[in-house]
């Protein structure tokens, strides 16, 4: 299916809705360089587990899998990403 869009002067251009609904592009996408020029492809959403390691954590939280890390580096007597509350303005 080929479609031609107006580029605005700011150079936005409206994807057709009915493309938007089909890959399910939310208001962001990511632009890719082809040799063909350019593709748009739909950010996947977080519940989506694409490309995450889901499976491996199983069903755990970021802040669990991230928890549980820090405690390793703690036990180890290594420093990884300190806590927000840590800090001191």
């Known amino acids: 299916m080929t479609r ?4 605005t002067k700011k150079g936005q251009a409206t994807i057709p809705k009915d493309l938007r609904e ?4 939310g ?10 020029g350019i593709l748009f492809k739909p950010l996947p959403r977080p519940g ?4 995450s390691l889901k499976e491996l ?4 939280t970021a802040r669990e899998v991230l928890g549980e890390a ?3 580096a703690r036990v180890k ?3 990884f ?6 800090f001191k303005a």
């Open 4 to 7: 031609i869009v107006s580029i």
């Open 22 to 25: 089909r890959f399910g592009i």
């Open 27 to 36: 208001d962001r996408v990511l632009v890719v360089e082809t040799e063909e």
């Open 48 to 51: 989506d587990g694409y490309g």
């Open 57 to 60: 954590f199983s069903g755990k």
């Open 70 to 72: 820090r405690e390793r």
């Open 77 to 79: 007597g290594e420093v």
């Open 81 to 86: 990403m300190p806590n927000h509350s840590s």
